[in-house]
């Protein structure tokens, strides 16, 4: 509904940019929500992706949010706005080979790991810095690295949620000032979903992935 849009934009207040989840949802309810201004978008899915990007309007910026397949790259790299869901150099390095093939610098999230929850995908603060680190990192020329993502645990102990958007942006700083201090682009944190992103927008959160409080239920 669009009441819901307007009063997630005024919360966001210019701070942080809303990144519509869209799957599962309709093109045509996708439209609607296009019809009031917002353009970024977000799916987990290639192939939903694929379907939806190809029959919408061409101006809306496609985020693909979920777990991306190395053999899925080639699809959406024609297009892709951003990809917030790097969790390895495998996948990295694919990415950069299929942007390079289209002309186009993708700019990624690096998705890191801090919910408690052990099915949810992401790098450790480690193998964030050992990515980084490894000598290939610096070669890989037409990706362009804009911040972390991460998710915090389902669960409904706020204080819970708190400390690990905290330490989302605890880890999103470090990285920052130690191998991207001189990238101004590097500035992105993409925390908060329906059920927590005040939380997340209180703790320093640059976008926020909503769905259902936007859409309605899935
Ligand atoms: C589905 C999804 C969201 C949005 O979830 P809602 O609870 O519907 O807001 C955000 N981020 C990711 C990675 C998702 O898969």
Redo the contacts with the bound molecule.
């Keep these: 509904m669009k009441e819901h849009w307007e009063k997630i934009q005024n919360e966001l207040n210019g701070n942080a940019k809303l990144i519509a989840?869209s799957?599962t949802h309709s093109t045509l309810s996708i439209l609607n929500v296009y019809g009031w201004g917002q353009r970024d978008f977000?799916e987990?899915k290639v192939q939903e992706l694929l379907e939806k990007q190809a029959a919408l309007p061409k101006d809306i910026r496609w985020h693909l949010?979920?777990h991306l397949q190395t053999n899925k790259v080639k699809h959406i790299a024609p297009f892709v706005a951003l990809i917030?869901s790097v969790d390895s150099l495998r996948l990295l390095k694919e990415i950069n080979k299929q942007a390079l093939k289209n002309n186009r610098i993708i700019p990624f999230l690096f998705q890191l790991h801090v919910a408690q929850e052990d099915t949810k995908y992401g790098l450790t603060f480690s193998a964030l810095k050992e990515l980084i680190e490894d000598p290939s990192f610096v070669e890989l020329r037409n990706v362009k690295p804009l911040g972390i993502m991460g998710?915090a645990t389902n669960t409904s102990d706020e204080l819970q949620i708190r400390s690990e958007f905290q330490e989302l942006k605890n880890c999103f700083e470090i990285v920052r000032s130690h191998y991207f201090k001189f990238n101004p682009d590097f500035k992105e944190i993409s925390m908060g979903?329906?059920?927590d992103y005040p939380i997340a927008l209180q703790e320093g959160s640059t976008m926020v992935?909503?769905?259902?409080?936007l859409f309605g239920e899935?």
């Design positions: 989840v799957k977000g987990n949010i979920g917030h998710m979903m329906s059920s992935r909503i769905g259902s409080a899935r």
